[in-house]
C-alpha cells in the first residue's frame, strides 16, 4: 500500500525516527521516497546518515509532491508548521498527524484545504516496533485513507481504528 509513494516526515525527532525505521525494516518504503525534516542542521545530517533519507531543515520543501505526510512535531509547533507548509500542498496528500491533542478539524482550518487528515496516538514501545497506536479518520479521510495510515503504523506495531471522539482519552492512557 505504501510502496511507491512520497513520504514527507515532518519533524523526524523519536517518534518520526521510529517510524521511519519501521517502514525502512518492513521493507514498506524505499529511503529515497521519505524526506525527513529536522529544524538542527546535525539531527538532518544525522538522520541521513542513519536512514539514507533525504532531509532537510526546510518542511516546505520536504512536502512538495508527497503523497504522505506524517506530522510529528510538538503539538506547540502545529500552528506554525501548518501554516507554513500549507502553500507548498499542490495536489491533495493523505496527512497523518501523532500531534498530542491535535484534532484533524484543527489542522484542516490550518492548511485552509479539505484535504484527508488521519489523527494517530502511537505510544513508545514504537520504539522497538510494539506499539499500539490508536487511529482515527477526519471528515475528508476516506477507507483507503485508513488503510495507508494503518500500513504505517502496523510498520512499528498493531494498529486500532477509533472514533476520533476517544482520540484524548487514548491519548491520557
Known sequence: MLKDKKIAVIGAGHMGSALIGGLLRGKDVDPKDITATRRNP?????????????????????????DLILLAVKPQAAAGVLEDIAPALAKRPLIVSVMAGIPTAFINAKLRKPVPVVRAMPNTPALVD??????????HATADDLKAAEAVFKAVGKGEILPESLMDAVTGL
Not at 42 to 66: I, M, S
Open 130 to 139: 510494539e506499539a499500539a497506536t490508536a487511529i482515527a479518520a477526519g471528515a
Open 42 to 66: 546535525e539531527a538532518v545530517e544525522e538522520l541521513r546518515r542513519r536512514f539514507g533519507v533525504h532531509a532537510t531543515t526546510d518542511n516546505k520543501k520536504a512536502v512538495k509532491g508527497a
